[in-house]
């Protein structure tokens, strides 16, 4: 059974190394992790409020009656489908798997074959996790995945132990040719920010890394970018926005 808290699109790649990329999302519900650290002030739907990150509705058990349970990857490919030919032109749209954490699913016979489609077919497959999970590449067409890797700092208030995985960080690296690195960080956690980043890269083959202004609205991300700018010029990283942030706030489905 695959958990789906939302498919949305065609919208383009809010954040990474493919940014502004027309895509279709497919948001797994389920997260190990909480992030409360992230300050994202939510209210379940029985009324209690909590704090998590800006994804709170996939991450949230509370909020699993609004997700829907797919028994076959060929259901999703179904949903999809009715996306990515929206627009008549010979394009393949890249697939977002998106969380929550998708890693969840990672052995499970569907999600796989669900991969497999895409690949197959010629789509680019970005699978945006946490990168805190174990895992295994056993076919060739795992090889192929963007693993775009949000690994947990400090900030987000979950343990060291829990939120930073060296081996699946080296497969992943190993393994696939594009994956990076991507940290959340805000104007007043970048000295500890440095330090934590230098420790996790001194640990794994080298890769790129950027750096994005923490955030769920516009003004946050304004009042954010130019320090984790700067950081990321001081240290040979790269910048990145969270452009669906900015022109959506934290708007689901676009």
């Not at 996306?83 to 969380?99: A, C, F, P, R, S």
């Not at 132990?161 to 497969?171: A, F, M």
Request: hydrophobic share 35%; proline share 3%.
């Amino acid at each position: 059974m695959l958990e789906i808290n939302e498919i949305f699109g065609p919208t383009i790649q809010g954040e990474g190394k493919l940014v502004g990329t027309p895509s279709v999302f497919i948001r797994f519900g389920k997260c190990n992790f909480k992030c409360v650290g992230f300050n994202v002030e939510y209210e379940t739907p029985s009324g209690i409020k909590k704090c998590a990150c800006d994804t709170y509705y996939a991450v949230d058990p509370a909020f699993k009656d609004s997700w829907t349970k797919y028994k076959t990857y060929e259901d999703i490919v179904s949903e999809v489908d009715k996306l990515t030919n929206l627009y008549d032109y010979n394009y393949k749209m890249d697939i977002v798997i998106t969380g929550g954490e998708p890693l969840l699913y990672w052995n499970k016979e569907e999600f796989q074959k669900l991969l497999k489609h895409y690949i197959e077919n010629g789509h680019q497959v970005t699978i945006e996790t946490n990168a805190s999970l174990n895992l295994n590449f056993e076919y060739d067409y795992q090889k192929k995945i963007l693993f775009s890797m949000s690994v947990k700092l400090s900030n987000s208030l979950e343990p060291l132990k829990k939120r930073v995985n060296y081996e699946t960080l080296e497969k992943v690296l190993t393994n696939t040719e594009n994956s990076y690195l991507k940290f959340v960080i805000n104007k007043d956690f970048m000295q500890k920010a440095q330090e934590e980043i230098k420790i996790i890269l001194s640990n794994i083959p080298k890769c790129e890394v950027y750096l994005m202004p923490m955030g769920d609205d516009a003004q946050t991300i304004n009042e954010n970018d130019e320090a984790v700018i700067n950081m990321a010029i001081k240290n040979g990283f790269k910048y990145c926005d969270r452009l669906h942030i900015r022109v959506w706030n934290n708007k689901r489905g676009v």
